[in-house]
Nanobody
Framework: QVQLVESGGGWVQPGGSLRLSCVVS????????MGWYRQAPEKQRQLIAA???????VYGASVKGRFTISSDNAKNTVYLQMDGLEADDTAVYYC????????WGQGTQVTVSS
C-alpha cells in the first residue's frame, strides 16, 4: 500500500518562502513521475508542478519562476521549494503521481497573508 505524507506548510507573509516535503512509502513506480497539487478554498485540486523520471520538470503558469520541484530518490521524497509566495498561493498542498492514481495524503496547509 502506497502512502504519501506531506509536511512543511505553515503561515508566511507575502514574499516569503516555504519548502514542502512529501515522503512516499511503499513499493511503486510512477511511469510519468510525481507532482505537487494544490486545492484552494472552493476550488478544484490542480496540478502545479511535476518532475518526470528523467528529471525534467513542468510547472503551471501560476507558479513558474517562483516554485521549484525536486526529488531525492534515496529518501523517497519529493520537495517543493516555494519562493515569492502570494496570497493566491494559499491552499492545501498535496503530492501524488502524474496523473494522480494513488490515495491522497492529508496534505499540508499553506497560508500566505500579512
Amino acid at each position: 500500500q502506497v502512502q504519501l505524507v506531506e509536511s512543511g506548510g505553515g503561515w508566511v507573509q507575502p514574499g516569503g518562502s516555504l519548502r514542502l516535503s512529501c515522503v512516499v512509502s511503499g513499493n511503486f513506480f510512477s511511469p510519468n513521475g510525481m507532482g505537487w497539487y494544490r486545492q484552494a478554498p472552493e476550488k478544484q485540486r490542480q496540478l502545479i508542478a511535476a518532475i518526470n523520471n528523467d528529471g525534467s520538470r513542468v510547472y503551471g503558469a501560476s507558479v513558474k519562476g517562483r516554485f521549484t520541484i525536486s526529488s531525492d530518490n534515496a529518501k523517497n521524497t519529493v520537495y517543493l521549494q516555494m519562493d515569492g509566495l502570494e496570497a493566491d498561493d494559499t491552499a492545501v498542498y498535496y503530492c501524488n503521481t502524474v496523473p494522480s492514481q494513488t490515495p491522497w495524503g492529508q496534505g499540508t496547509q499553506v497560508t500566505v497573508s500579512s
